[in-house]
């Protein structure tokens, strides 16, 4: 349709028809007061206060709601329009009560700004405040719903963006208010406390409880959220070196846009944790002493070279961090590979079931499948597996629920129910562990009918032939039995996926499965046989870590090096020694779980810790203490005490990403760049200048100095991070080389797998029921920050485990009681929730909880090795404590 | 008060039967509203699954319409006017008079779910002034005494009788 030209206060403006005169008049700097629009949630015309006039008729109207039409002449502010809106502010003031002064909107509330652009001082009218219940009882939010003006700009946030309905418009007249189902406190209703409506509610009636401090903070800056790999933009307004307030930052084309989680929004409080690190710290015996940094770093060359002296090179290993920078785990695996030459190095991205994503990698090349969660929605389905996005990547799972609501068909194929549920249209309720199965089942079904994308697989794709008769060889009851599903499931899985591209999601459910890399591949072979690759569709890994991509991309691995380039491939490796000036070995390096065995054969003597706590994080913490306490020197940098830092000779405290310079690459694979907001406490210091630093000492021939010449290294040495120089960040991988494979890319042909498992493991009469282990909001990861946060904490102290109604009928349990889960390698006490969400003789165990010790069921093995039993699930027995 | 039993079974095909239409929630809500003579907080959720929506966007709905109750109410609602005309004709006695024959305040229900007592802004029935509805049948002119033989139609005895 063609553009519509129109008039508004005399300035004539061209847009698209269905543009509101609202965004008209923004779009040529034209100011309209207005209090219930907001740029992301759908206009209502609630409040009224957009009103302009009409110069020909008249006519008085609402501008956010009014499309623009050709030929109107719009007046913004003629006397009749100001005085209206005037009155409408009057009016509110009139209900409004008079806490004003102590309100901790402060100067940020949008009604006294609107007042006191029009001039409304006194409003002369009777004041009849609107009494309602103040409602501060949970640590997130504080509603003061006698403040409310009735926006609904908190009702669209949460159903609109969040998707979750916890609260509308409730009763009429006087009495409205926005309400959650029966009237009930935020914490006995469905809100998750993601804090959303909070962040968009223009007046005091909801905000953030901060007991520590009300008014406005002093300073706002952006930066970027430390938690899960969504990656979010926040706006952190601090007061001196405080970080008082989280809202979403409001940069345009942040993956978040006006939400946020539970996380993002309070969590950040364990950045003023009581047991931060504020000295370098040596420990001799039982005895810690503070040192200077000149004495800590010196202290730490020297061992580190002593040792490679002494032992070699082998015999250091280096565990760097999915929650540190791209910067600092470029020169943390630089330091290990070139300063003292070793491929001893991971990240904590190991236990997400790194061989996993790089199963994929290998096949697809490592950029290919790392697209922005906005094209999830432009696929014609999505498939979700091993996943409970609406807890471990919240955000990333608003963007799955938006798409789902807006009537895309969703398919979940999981072991219980989850946030994602209500809007599911198929739900495949396998039995723990029978993804491979239900897949293998899947495919066989798609091929048997022949709904397979024939152009996309003749042109892209090779081994077609071998692999689909591996398929039909295949036995359906089989499948049905390992996935523990029947023939209607697939079929109605099929029928709904039937000619269409996929948006594939996959968690950590699958990602630290035991057989991981057979279910990774089987979901490469559905993506090429539905064609769901390129423009629409593909496959979504949902990291659990802020940097945990990042850290990967800038070769925190054992066997690979920046810009994922196998330490075996000599071309790749003999470009680094160039650059590097400094000579590579092919061989790979100890992962995390070797590193802890070599250790506890006392072959390995020195290792270097960077914000990782392996002794919260990992299963089989005796064996490594154990491991440990042989070694001549530990050291551990972090922020926070924790159980790790105990065991260390040396520990240097680091800065988190709230108080330094640096950048994460998100899941999507975007590169995002924050500076400070607050400095770190006094002592401690930003990690890549205590990198940088020590590289200096052991032997590097200068200090880069800066993070602006780290990232210029970067961007010249890492493929895909090019964009890193300018300082803003960008999109990782642009240029790759095999970054375009779709139909239209005609040289590359992807392989099909070449054999088919569908692993399944005999039952264990001993442990007859399940444990799924997973994630909730209220946790990160292994939960050594968010445990230090005092909101989160207070909200949820403790852990829990999730037990079917019907297990709960037959072992005489109610909720709060306490049960011991039992497995082949511990056991843990914990409170019972009786739950509809599992089947029977399915619990369900969320991480971080309690110091982590549902890690206390699992062994230590090394992944996908013949010991290794998975770390998403294990046999269990339960009984009532 | 006892508190009413739900048929979970009547109330679940009511919801099967409306969940086809598109725009199935206030007929469903007015069903269950005729059939309940209110419409059970419990129902709230079940109701919201079926027709795809929130379960607070459904109880938005029901507090929004007059029409719709969340607590049981008595068989026969009597709705007192208290418009200007009604005002002006003594419509407040008349009023303090049913509370009074009913022992009930406004809004309540009496313990048999015989007679719920409630006001309205205007019955638009201004000319019969003072004036009050039971159900759907219009009451206008009220006095004192046609007050008491209207609700000894509906079984109310006087309090002297008792
Ligand atoms: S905090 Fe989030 S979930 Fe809760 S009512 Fe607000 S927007 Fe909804
Ligand atoms: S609580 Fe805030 S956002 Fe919600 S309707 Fe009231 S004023 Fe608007
Ligand atoms: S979704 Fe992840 S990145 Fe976003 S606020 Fe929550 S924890 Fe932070
Ligand atoms: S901004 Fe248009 S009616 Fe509120
Ligand atoms: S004022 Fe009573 S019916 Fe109109």
């Not at chain 1, 009494?131 to 669209?156: M, S, T, Y």
């Not at chain 1, 440990?628 to 924790?642: C, G, S, T």
């Not at chain 2, 009511?14 to 469903?28: A, D, H, N, S, V």
Request: overall charge neutral.
């Amino acid at each position: 349709m063609e553009d519509i030209t129109l008039k508004i206060d005399g300035v004539n403006v061209t847009c698209p028809p269905g543009t509101s005169i609202l965004d008209a008049a923004k779009a040529v700097g034209i100011k309209i007061p207005s209090l219930c629009s907001h740029p992301e949630l759908t206009p209502i015309g609630a409040c009224r206060l957009c009103l302009v006039e009409e110069a020909s008729s008249g006519r008085v109207f609402a501008s956010c709601v009014t499309p623009v039409a050709p030929e109107m002449v719009i007046v913004t502010d003629s006397d009749r329009v100001q005085r209206h809106r005037r009155n409408i502010v009057r009016l509110m003031m009139a209900e409004h009560p008079e806490s004003c002064l102590v309100c901790s909107k402060g100067n940020r509330c949008e009604l006294r700004e609107i007042a006191a652009e029009l001039g409304v001082g006194e409003n002369k009218l009777y004041p009849m405040p609107n009494v309602k219940n103040f409602e501060q009882v949970n640590p997130f939010i504080v509603r003061d719903l006698a403040k409310c003006v009735l926006c609904g700009r908190c009702i669209r946030v949460d159903h609109e963006l969040v998707v979750v309905g916890a609260i509308d418009y409730n009763l009429r007249g006087f009495e409205c208010r926005p309400a959650t189902l029966h009237d009930l406190p935020l914490e006995d209703s469905s809100c998750t406390f993601c804090g959303s409506c909070v962040s968009v509610c223009p007046t005091g009636a909801l905000s953030t409880k901060t007991p520590e401090f009300v008014g406005t903070p002093e300073k706002e800056s952006i930066s970027i959220c430390g938690f899960c790999g969504t990656g979010c933009s926040l706006m952190m307004g601090s007061v001196g070196e405080h970080v008082v307030e989280v809202n979403p930052s409001r940069i345009s084309g942040s993956v978040n846009g006006a939400t946020l989680c539970v996380r993002g929004h309070y969590g950040h409080d364990y950045l003023h944790s009581k047991v931060r690190l504020g000295s370098p710290l040596l420990r001799t015996g039982e005895e810690w002493k503070e040192i200077t940094w000149d004495d800590a770093l010196e202290l730490a060359a020297t061992k580190l070279r002593e040792i490679k002296e002494n032992y070699g090179p082998a015999s250091l290993a280096f565990l760097g961090s999915s929650k540190c920078t791209n910067e600092e785990n470029y020169l943390f695996q630089k330091m290990a590979r070139v300063v003292l030459g070793t491929n001893n190095i991971d990240s904590g991205g190991y236990i997400n079931g790194r061989l996993a994503v790089q199963a994929v990698w290998k096949r697809l090349g490592n950029t290919l499948f790392r697209k922005p969660l906005s094209t999830i929605g432009e696929a014609d389905a999505i498939l979700v597996l091993g996943a409970d996005p609406t807890q471990s990547t919240p955000v990333a799972g608003y963007y799955i629920k938006r798409a789902a609501k807006n009537g895309l068909p969703l398919i979940e194929i999981n072991p219980r129910k989850t946030g994602l549920s209500f809007l599911s249209s198929v739900r495949l309720e396998i039995k723990p562990n029978g993804d491979l199965a239900a897949l293998a089942a899947i495919l066989k079904y798609l091929v048997e009918k022949g709904w397979v994308d024939q152009g996309f697989i003749s042109q892209s794709t090779s081994g077609f032939e071998p692999f689909s008769a591996k398929l039909l060889a295949l036995d359906f009851g089989l499948l049905y039995k390992n996935a523990g599903i029947d023939a209607r499931g697939i079929k109605q899985v099929c029928d709904l996926i039937k000619g269409k591209r996929i948006s594939i999601v996959v968690g950590s459910g699958v990602l630290r499965q035991r057989i991981a890399v057979s279910i990774m591949n089987s979901i490469v072979d559905l993506a090429l046989i539905t064609g769901s690759m390129g423009e629409r569709g593909g496959i979504y890994i949902l990291a659990k870590d802020c940097n945990e991509m990042g850290a990967w991309d800038m070769g925190s691995a054992p066997d690979f090096l920046p810009g994922t380039v196998p330490v075996f491939d000599a071309q790749g490796r003999r470009r680094f020694e160039r650059l590097w000036k400094a000579k590579l070995s092919p061989d790979p390096g100890l992962d995390v779980v070797r590193i802890i065995e070599e250790a506890d054969k006392g072959r390995l003597k020195g290792l270097y810790i960077m914000g990782e706590n392996p002794l919260r994080s990992l299963p089989d913490k005796e064996l490594i203490k154990k491991g440990f306490e042989k070694l001549e020197f530990l050291i551990v940098q972090d922020i926070l005490e924790n159980e790790t830092t105990q065991m260390a000779h040396l520990i240097l405290p680091g800065a988190a990403a709230a108080e330094k310079e640096g950048s994460f690459t998100n899941m999507e694979g975007k590169i995002q760049s924050f500076e400070p907001v607050v400095a770190p406490p006094s002592g401690a210091m930003p990690d890549w200048d205590i990198l940088d630093r020590l590289m200096a000492l052991l032997g590097q021939p200068r200090r880069l100095g800066s993070i602006s010449r780290i990232r210029r290294e970067i961007s010249q040495v890492v493929p895909g991070y090019g964009s890193l120089a300018d300082g803003i960040g960008g999109w990782a991988g642009t240029g790759e080389v095999r970054g375009s494979v779709g139909p239209e890319a005609e040289t590359i042909r992807i392989p099909f797998s070449e054999e088919i498992l569908i692993g399944a493991r005999p039952e264990d009469g001993s442990y007859p029921m399940w444990v799924v282990l997973g994630t909730s909001s209220f946790q990160m990861g292994c939960g050594t920050r968010i445990a230090k946060s005092r909101r989160i904490t207070e909200y949820c102290p403790e852990g829990f485990a999730e037990v079917s109604v019907q297990d709960c009928d037959r072992l005489g349990l109610k909720h709060g009681d306490k049960i011991i889960i039992e497995s082949k390698a511990g056991s843990v006490m914990k409170s019972v929730r009786v739950s509809t969400d599992q089947p029977e003789g399915v619990i369900f165990l969320p991480w971080g909880f309690d110091d982590n010790n549902a890690t206390l069921l699992l062994g230590l093995a090394q992944f996908g090795g013949p010991n290794f039993e998975g770390w998403n699930s294990c046999r269990a027995n339960i009984h009532k404590a | 008060m006892g508190k009413k039993t739900i048929d979970w079974e009547r109330l679940g095909s009511i919801i099967e039967e409306r969940k086809k239409e598109k725009w199935g929630l206030i007929p469903l809500l007015q069903e269950v509203q005729e059939e309940f003579g209110y419409i059970p907080p419990e129902g709230i959720k079940p109701i919201a699954e079926a027709l795809g929506l929130y379960p607070s966007q459904v109880q938005g709905v029901i507090t929004f319409y007059a029409g719709f109750a969340l607590e049981p109410k008595g068989k026969y609602v009597i709705r007192v006017c208290r418009g200007t005309a009604c005002h002006v004709k003594g419509g407040r006695s008349i009023f303090r008079y049913l509370k009074r024959e009913l022992g009930l305040e406004e809004g309540q229900t009496s313990e048999d779910y015989r007679f719920t007592l409630e006001t309205v802004a205007c019955l638009g029935a201004c000319f019969l002034a003072p004036t009050m509805m039971i159900n759907r049948t219009y009451y206008g002119k009220l006095s004192p005494p046609k007050v008491s033989s209207v609700l000894a139609q509906y079984g109310k005895e006087r309090m002297e009788d008792k």
